[in-house]
């Protein structure tokens, strides 16, 4: 079994490099040649148990997937993404679970729905390196890879609620709802515990070595202990990403650079795998079917493909004109409100209660509590979602391949004691059909339909034009102020005739050790400013305009997707600093 996994990651990997190199969707040509090469019969078949493969290759994954992406982005498109990672996974695994029953009675309703339950998450990972290949606009990639991280959660939770009943547990609707409560609460907790942890050892621990490896294991350990809890792992997993992720550029930059190339190895080794494993399922599907029901299996399994095709954008589109159209009318009673004088009103109220409570506790902290009028841009901020066209909403409708949670769940439901032989061989076959089709129909068809529909970043570009020069310019003042000050500190310290030295490098940031042994080679009694002095000062500029970057982001002001690749120039910028200050002469004493 070593040897066999080792030749399918190799295999895998080797595959997965040529399709980078051609520029090809490196998730489909592997799954392609996997098919391929299961057919040969010196191929072993692959066996792992499916609740192994979650646990292995899940937290990894979703960890690093939550890593990139923008939390302020997640939290501005948050109702499309609780639309479809929560509510169109419950309706796709109901209407799956009801057409597998109408056409395999066998399976009963609660195989049946625990069968939508496993088709219904979508994998995000071929179609977001499409996506970004092909270069989709921010808010849909945030939708895409929003919707990826939560609806794993939704379909896990199911899955278990399905798996007991048909253990011999009945359903309680009410019961159900708490375990889903449950699930989120103790998930999110567990996860920000976690995240909060990993972040203040991140900020104290001065080893990017040390950093990553913990980086590596918790997502296990946030995983594994919020299930042991009866929480979502997946949802731990994700809040500890979302968090540090956010607070990344509160570390030093060498966290930062040792774990980006860290997690992208990773995901391309896990994910290499997970496809090639996908495909090398071929001879067990196979022999699967070598039963009396071929026909029946096949046929469940073909419209169960087609079901879940159609059920995406059948819910997609009248959910977001739902949306859109509630939206508008929360608009219009804010209007009406601040209109009619009812934000007065309150704020009357408000005043009297502050007043009253400063009489019985004369502290300063009453006078925090009044409130401001909000401009209707802050009113159209608060409720409004990113828009959607209907093109974009045609590519999310069409981003729904399935991957590795699917057959994982698959092959651990077939191993539960109480489905019969029949029923655990149609979960198995059906699952790996959907899996399949949908990466192959829809991965491959996704490039061409956005190519067709003509949708690209342009506005990003231009927002993205107009967010850098003001940053910039906010940037480029605050450096400004820093340098004054430091100027007079400067003065003071080492005298005026340094003033010198000091403008040059304030002028021009470049050439640091010319000036430093130019000011080094003047012999006086005074102090002399050494190269050590103008790193400082360097790291302090850079310093400063890190935190212009990161107030802006909060603000909403600038896109954090942008923010992350300034800093990772200026993360260049003190690695520069920090290499030549390594390799330069010791000075003169």
Known sequence: MDAELFYVLVGSISVAAFARWRGWPAPLLVTVTALAVSFLPFVPE????????????????????????????????????????????????????????????????????????????????????????????????TVLS??????????????????????????????????????????????????????????RLDDPVVIGTFGLLVPFGAYAIAEHLGGSGVLAVVAMGLYVGYNAPRTDYTTRQQEAP???????????????????????VISDLGRESVGEILLLAGVVLVVVLVVRPAYIYPAHAWAMWMQRIRLRRWERSLASG?????????????????????????????RRRPTVDEVKARFTEPELSWKDNAVISWAGMRGVVTLATALAAADLAELDDEASHAIVVVAFAVTVGTLLLQ????????????????????????????VRARTRQAG??????????????????????????????????????????????VARPTYEDLVALSKGWLHVRREILLE??????LDEELMRELITAMDAEELALDTRGATRPQSRA
Do not use: C
Request: no cysteine; net charge negative.
């Open 46 to 141: 692959l066996k792992i148990d499916g609740h192994v493969l979650l646990n292995l290759v899940l937290p990894p994954l979703l960890y690093s997937a939550a890593l990139d992406v923008s939390f302020v982005g997640f939290k501005r498109s948050l109702p499309q993404i609780r639309r479809l990672g929560i509510w169109l996974v419950l309706i796709t695994a109901l209407v799956v679970g009801l057409v597998a029953w109408w056409i395999f009675p066998s399976l009963t309703l609660p195989g049946a729905l625990l069968l939508g339950a496993i088709v219904a998450p979508p994998d995000a990972v071929s179609a977001a390196a499409i996506g970004r290949k092909l270069g989709l606009p921010r808010r849909v990639m």
């Open 146 to 203: 929003g919707e990826s991280l939560i609806n794993d959660a939704t379909s896990l939770t199911l899955y278990r609620v399905f798996a007991a009943i048909i253990a011999g547990g009945a359903f309680q609707l009410g019961a159900s709802i708490w375990e889903f409560v449950v699930a989120v609460v103790v998930g999110v907790v567990v996860g920000l515990v976690f995240g909060i942890l990993l972040h203040q050892l991140r900020i």
């Open 262 to 284: 860290l997690w992208l190895s990773a995901d391309f080794l896990l994910e290499s795998f997970v496809f090639a494993y996908i495909g090398l399922q071929l001879p067990r």
């Open 342 to 370: 009812d934000w007065e009103r309150r704020e009357r109220l408000e005043q009297e209660r502050s007043e009253r409570f400063a009489a019985k506790h004369p502290e300063p902290a009453a006078a925090g509590r009044q």
């Open 443 to 470: 991965g491959l068809t996704l490039p061409a339909l956005i190519r067709g529909l003509g949708i690209a970043s342009d506005v990003d570009e231009e927002q993205d034009a107009a967010e850098l020069a003001a």
């Open 480 to 525: 400004e102020e820093f340098i004054e000050r430091k100027r007079a500190v400067w003065e003071e310290k080492y005298g005026a005739a340094d003033l010198a030295v000091f403008d040059r490098f304030a002028k021009r940031m470049t050439r640091v050790e010319k000036d430093t042994d130019r000011a080094q080679e003047t012999e006086d009694s």
């Open 552 to 557: 802006e982001r909060d603000a909403g002001n």
